[in-house]
């Protein structure tokens, strides 16, 4: 029996997708933050 390679592709692409999307809600929330304590620092001086 040959594998699958449609539904290995599309299983791999899947799974890459989901990692960029929790690698841009980590770069997101980071920026956040960063601004939000840089704000902060600048209301102290």
């Known amino acids: ?12 692409m ?3 997708e989901k990692m ?3 690698l841009i809600k ?3 929330d980071c920026e ?3 601004i939000r304590e840089d704000s902060g620092e ?4």
Not at 1 to 12: A, G, H, I
Not at 42 to 45: G, M, T, V
Request: hydrophobic share 35%; net charge negative; proline share 4%.
């Open 26 to 28: 980590a770069q997101n």
């Open 42 to 45: 600048a209301e102290k001086k």
């Open 20 to 22: 960029i999307e929790i």
């Open 1 to 12: 029996m040959e594998p699958n390679y449609k539904e290995m592709y599309y299983t791999l």
């Open 32 to 34: 956040e933050i960063y």
């Open 14 to 16: 899947d799974a890459a």
